[in-house]
T-cell receptor
Framework: DTEVTQTPKHLVMGMTNKKSLKCEQH?????MYWYKQKAKKPPELMFV???????INESVPSRFSPECPNSSLLNLHLHALQPEDSALYLCASSLQGVGNTEAFFGQGTRLTVV | GQNIDQPTEMTATEGAIVQINCTYQTSGFNGLFWYQQHAGEAPTFLSY????GLEEKGRFSSFLSRSKGYSYLLLKELQMKDSASYLC?????????????FGKGTKLSVIP
């Protein structure tokens, strides 16, 4: 199994809503990532979890709250988002350490904030 | 800090060869990846270089020069399905873990 599964695939939410994005992998990867990608732009790193601990937060606003309940799951909780937060949210995972630790990406959740 | 630079767009003809360049300046270096991303889809892994030199994998090759902070992706015998964005990404280390930072991507259009 070399898949990273993200749900939902599409999400439309209002600015007062609370929603969560979910990501799951069963490859034994201990590094998991959230990226945000706007149209025609490269993925931008948001958060990195290493062994279920948040190791990197790239100055992301607090309306985005990540959670890693176990080594296979990664969530992104959303609250009071703005229309400019509309984007494709990509989850990825990789082995930790040196060497060819390619990141495997999920298909993403396309988020629209109205 | 990190700075990864690649051309924004390129056009090439079916059957031809195209080279996509990437230059980087990063605070640490633990390898360079190339990813392909078709519109509306997730990035998929193409290649990995950590030592200087050329890595060949079928129609795709990737080259790295660490002293110059330079890499290129070479695509041979171009096919229409190769039309996609190509992302250069550098793995560096910070806070005891590793992260991938992506360049802005090069949109390649293959024409008949």
């Amino acid at each position: 199994d070399t898949e990273v599964t993200q749900t939902p695939k599409h999400l439309v939410m209002g600015m007062t809503n609370k929603k969560s994005l979910k990501c799951e992998q069963h490859m034994g990867h201990r590094a998991m990532y959230w990226y945000k990608q706007k149209a025609k732009k490269p993925p931008e790193l948001m958060f990195v979890y290493s062994y279920e601990k948040l190791s990197i937060n790239e100055s992301v606003p607090s309306r985005f709250s990540p959670e890693c309940p176990n080594s296979s799951l990664l969530n992104l909780h959303l609250h009071a988002l703005q229309p400019e937060d509309s984007a494709l949210y990509l989850c990825a995972s990789s082995l930790q350490g040196v060497g060819n630790t390619e990141a495997f990406f999920g298909q993403g959740t396309r988020l629209t904030v109205v | 800090g990190q700075n990864i630079d690649q051309p924004t767009e390129m056009t090439a003809t079916e059957g031809a060869i195209v080279q996509i360049n990437c230059t980087y300046q990063t605070s640490g270096f633990n390898g360079l990846f190339w990813y392909q991303q078709h519109a509306g889809e997730a990035p998929t892994f193409l290649s990995y270089n950590v030592l200087d030199g050329l890595e060949e994998k079928g129609r795709f090759s990737s080259f790295l020069s660490r002293s110059k902070g330079y890499s290129y992706l070479l695509l041979k015998e171009l096919q229409m399905k190769d039309s996609a964005s190509y992302l250069c990404a550098v793995k560096d280390s910070g806070a005891g873990s590793y992260q991938l930072t992506f360049g802005k991507g090069t949109k390649l259009s293959v024409i008949p």
